[in-house]
């Protein structure tokens, strides 16, 4: 699992949902996975001393579930640690970045991998906990 492009991961995830998976059964699926990914840089806290990070937008998956409901998984946050926080020193906001990470398996009192739905809303949300980001190019 872990060399899957972001778009083989979220068919993959979309597969085990659709299978009647929940945000722990996702969690433990792909928690503890590398990933190597790239997206553009949306925003960068290198600074915070609680969740050092840098929020990157995604390629927009367009995929539709089973449901009729469309997944929206544009966006990622990556926790940076102290020790991988110098391979983000240079990195421009707007810049097309390839970035290594690890999914979790909880991200503080949830699951790692979660999809956040509401009954009456057409959309359903992915929050993916990644930790030890670094950037790889």
């Not at 995830?13 to 990914?37: I, M, N, P, T």
Request: charged share 25%; hydrophobic share 40%.
């Amino acid at each position: 699992m872990s060399h899957l492009s972001w778009q083989e991961f979220l068919r993959a995830l979309v597969e085990q949902y659709l299978s009647g998976a929940d945000d722990r059964d996702l969690s433990a699926v792909f928690g503890g996975k590398e990933v190597d990914w790239s997206g553009v840089v949306k925003s960068i806290d290198l600074t915070n001393e609680y969740a050092l990070g840098v929020s990157v937008e995604m390629d927009d998956p367009k995929i539709t579930l089973g449901d009729s409901k469309k997944l929206i998984a544009n966006n990622v946050f990556l926790n940076v640690d102290g020790a991988q926080k110098s391979s983000w020193t240079d990195t421009q906001i707007g810049e097309r970045i390839v970035f290594s990470a690890r999914i979790r398996r909880v991200n503080g009192p949830f699951p790692g991998v979660r999809l956040s739905q509401f009954e009456s809303e057409p959309e359903v949300i992915l929050l993916l906990g990644l930790e030890a980001a670094k950037r790889i190019d």
